[in-house]
């Protein structure tokens, strides 16, 4: 009787599955009935074997949860597992997959993906031995895995398989491929087959071309070995030609990454140099502490992070915006800590003012050591994941754009601040004359506390940019301080238009330096050309009277 029932049911459910199935051959939605509702167990083998002999690579999805013994049902339809999340309780729920006709995500009623416990869901239990009729079609079943990076990785396989149908099956996968980096990757591998195949030299120009068009990773190197070791010399010269091309164009979409890759790092030396040129200017302090301030503004970052996603369970990229003015402001309040106490009996005293914030900065750092340790790391925001592809092989992160777009409104911010507020006339007029200043009835020390703490939170805020790109490490900032200074003198004492000329000189001298050789060679090679530089204009591109040209 049960299996009377069972059959029925395996009946229905092929019936439902071959209606919603577009495309699908009638004997592969009964294979999958008799699977999920076999009469009798020889029933289930001899569905299986079926399946696997077809190859039909929509089934790869439904095959490969059998394999993964992760096959279960759901309202009569066969479903997978996807990535598990935790509750509250400590109970996990699961991401819900279809596997047959279509491998897609199961969706609530508003469009969210439904999540369930596995207790929900009715396992399907296929023995090992039924399993073992699979091996023949294992290599291919992650052909149609949820995870792209798989399924290139599957792609790539198939160049050392020696199954005469790896070419069919390929081209059935790609045509179910949806991820575009994906079916750029499979592509290769499908024109790479048919091209080592390929018996006349128009078909294997046709295929060098195909290669040439899709642009995959590997085509140079794919193009550049056939051009030796192929076996039709008209077809070998062609790809040759080609390779010639495609290594120009490569060269000039490296230029334009070493370009962009400068303009970003030129962005980051233009939020750190920017409080730093005001505060030189002003105070006539070489403040060896100013990257200590950088480093606690990605601190300040890591800190909000932990309160918000381990304390107060808010997993969103929220957090980043808050940190965003909470980094300023505690820079901020210590580079004003550090004004009062230390700078303020220092000024115009160039080496005792090095050498003591040279101290207070070890003094930060083995502090921010001692509570952090020596690597913590910030989440990016999602939003900020993944790049803009302006052409094949040359995407520009998004990370770095926003430090470009914020360097941008926190530079326009700054000028008019100093060019268009009172306070700004008060800074500029402080740092030309104080003492005229002073006797026009500034109060200068008030000026000094308030820039210090606008330098430092522009550093604070420089950090916050920073953990965008790398890890958050206690002497972050030492590592940006003297490419700082360089960017102060080389622009000019207190000059915004010198800092972002430099800025931008500097990153992108340093990227294309380095693309020709070492990254100490480059540091050399830019310090060199500085000290050059300096020699004709030693007050650097824009120069200005300030307290050190008076004194």
Known sequence: MNCTIKMWLGICLCLFIGKRASGQSDSTSIYVGHILY??????????????????????????????????????????????????????????????????????????????????????????????????????????????????????????????????????????????????????????????????????????????????????TLILKDYSVSGKLEGAKKYAAGKVTDLESLQGRIQKAQNLFSGISLGSILILIALGLAIVYGLAGIINMAHGEFLMIGAYSTFCVQKLFIDILGIKSDLFFFVSLPVSFIIAGIFGLILERLVIRHLYSRPLESLLATWGVSLIMVQLARSIFGDLTAVKAPSFLAGGYQVMPHLILPYNRLFIIGLTIIVVSLTYLMLYRSRLGIQIRAVTQNRSMSACLGVETRKVDAITFFLGSGLAGLAGCAMTLIGNVVPDMGQTYIVDSFLVVVTGGVGKIAGAILSGLGIGFLTKVLESFYEAVYGKVLILALIVIFLQFKPRGLFPDKGRIAED
């Open 38 to 219: 076999p009469s009798s167990d020889s029933a289930r083998i001899t569905a299986l074997q079926k399946l696997v002999k077809h190859g039909e690579p929509s089934t790869f999805p439904f095959l490969a949860a059998i394999n993964e013994k992760k096959i279960f049902l759901l309202d009569g339809q066969p479903v997978t597992t996807g990535s598990a999340q935790q509750l509250a309780d400590g109970s996990e729920v699961f991401e819900i997959f279809y596997l047959y006709p279509k491998s897609q995500a199961v969706l609530n009623s508003d469009g969210t993906p439904k999540l369930l416990p596995v207790s929900s869901l009715e396992k399907i239990d296929i023995s090992r031995s039924d399993r073992l009729s699979m091996a023949p079609i294992l290599p291919y079943l992650n052909l149609a895995n949820p995870d792209p990076k798989k399924r290139i990785i599957a792609y790539g396989q198939l160049l050392t398989s020696s199954d005469s149908s790896k070419i069919n099956v390929l081209s059935g996968a790609l045509n179910l491929e949806k991820d575009k980096e994906a079916l750029t990757a499979g592509k290769e591998i499908l024109f790479q087959l048919k091209l080592e195949q390929a018996k006349s030299e128009t078909v294997a120009k046709a295929y060098v071309d195909s290669l040439d068009s899709n642009w995959g990773e590997n085509v």
